[in-house]
């Protein structure tokens, strides 16, 4: 229900922006986010955006850098991620927040995930 796009290998300092793509229901009314996952490492949060406000959250590795935005008529999500170091390599993946007991960076509110695209970055 969620497909995420638009990874690839690119150089340091270049920009890539991935997209979250949702199908076979609405997720306007959700908020959503990006998560990664490099080798041998735990899934991190990225960035997440509130579906009532539009208000953006950052991890700070990745504040300044990267912007998280929304389409709801096309029910799609981006992050546009420009500045790339090669520690941002990682398997990225778009989620929706289903239970709001968690914090928002937190993996255990997003009950909806997509399958995740690669992202590579060499120096």
């Known amino acids: 229900q969620l497909q995420a796009s638009g990874g690839g290998l690119v150089q340091a300092g270049d920009s890539l922006r991935l997209s979250c793509a949702a199908s076979?229901?609405?997720?306007?009314?959700?908020?959503m986010g990006w998560f990664r996952q490099a080798p041998g490492k735990e899934r991190e949060f990225v960035a997440a955006?509130?579906?009532?406000?539009?208000?953006?959250y950052y991890a700070d590795s990745v504040k300044g850098r990267f912007t998280i935005s929304r389409d709801n008529a096309k029910n799609t999500m981006y992050l546009q991620m420009n500045s790339l170091k090669p520690e941002d390599t990682a398997v990225y993946y778009c989620?929706?927040?289903?239970?709001?007991?968690?914090?928002?960076?937190?993996?255990?509110?997003?009950?909806?995930w997509g399958q995740g695209t690669l992202v590579t970055v060499s120096s």
């Open positions: 989620a929706a927040r289903s239970d709001g007991s968690y914090s928002r960076s937190s993996i255990y509110g997003y009950g909806y």
């Open positions: 076979g229901r609405t997720f306007s009314s959700y908020s």
């Open positions: 955006i509130s579906w009532s406000s539009g208000r953006t």
